[in-house]
């Protein structure tokens, strides 16, 4: 069964700060990764997305993947207090159709 | 625009009885829809997903059935429910299938089942 697992659990980082979120997958002929957000109660809303080896940077959002270590990691430069929120790494499965989730990472940034 | 309605927000329910949750889309023909849920504490888990009317595709067993009766519609029910039902309830779209494709959430439905 494919699985999705991310670290760490939970991440403290002060405003202005560099947050480092990381995601592994167990089926290497995955197709996109995405990358969501899920505040307290809410839907989850996507972020970035990645298909091909390398990296791909949006704003403050920057996701490298490598699928020869079926690795993947989200950097949020400057990060702010409304950063706060979980953090899902969500993996397409082999057929197609299937979105799978990891547990998440709880962001926290202080001012 | 387009905009996704979730009903009820919110329901107390007992074991055993039946259940029904809604989800609208409105501004998209003919989207991929799709039901999630999340334990609390737990996995965002894909249940079903549907292509186009009358169709739909069991991805986990949680003894809960789904039906898509118009274009815009996705129904999720049960005859009875199970403790273990309890969690966050989750509708989704996205503009058709596959994995390039961004699968925009509801606000959610939460589900408390004593």
């Known amino acids: 069964q494919e699985k999705v697992q991310q670290s760490p659990e939970s991440l403290i980082v002060p405003e202005g700060a560099m947050s480092s979120l990381n995601c592994t997958f167990s089926n290497s ?8 957000q899920q505040h307290p109660g809410k ?14 940077k949006e ?4 996701v490298y993947l490598n699928r020869a270590s079926l690795h993947v990691s989200l950097h949020i430069r400057d990060s702010q207090p409304s950063d706060s929120a979980v953090y899902l790494c ?11 989730f990891g547990i998440g990472t709880l962001l926290s940034v202080k001012p | 625009a387009q905009t996704i309605h979730q009903w009820p927000v919110a329901e107390i329910k007992a074991v055993g009885s039946p259940l ?9 023909s003919s989207p991929n829809l799709y039901w999630y849920w999340q334990a609390t504490g737990g996995t965002l888990q894909q249940l079903f997903y ?27 029910s049960t005859e009875k429910l199970l403790l273990s039902h ?3 309830y989750l509708c989704a779209w996205s503009l058709v299938g ?10 959610g439905t939460r589900l408390t089942v004593l």
């Open chain 1, 29 to 36: 002929a995955s197709q996109s990764i995405w990358w969501y």
């Open chain 2, 98 to 107: 596959g994995s390039s494709y961004e699968q925009y959430f509801g606000p």
């Open chain 2, 50 to 76: 549907s292509i186009t009317v009358g169709q739909v595709e069991s991805v986990v067993q949680l003894n809960l059935s789904a039906s898509r009766p118009k274009d815009d519609q996705f129904i999720l």
């Open chain 1, 43 to 56: 839907g989850p809303e996507a972020l970035i997305s990645i298909f091909s080896n390398g990296n791909k």
């Open chain 2, 86 to 88: 309890s969690g966050f």
């Open chain 2, 20 to 28: 029904s949750l809604g989800c609208t889309i409105k501004g998209k």
């Open chain 1, 59 to 62: 704003g403050r959002l920057t």
């Open chain 1, 90 to 100: 969500a993996v397409y499965g082999s057929s197609g159709n299937k979105l799978i």
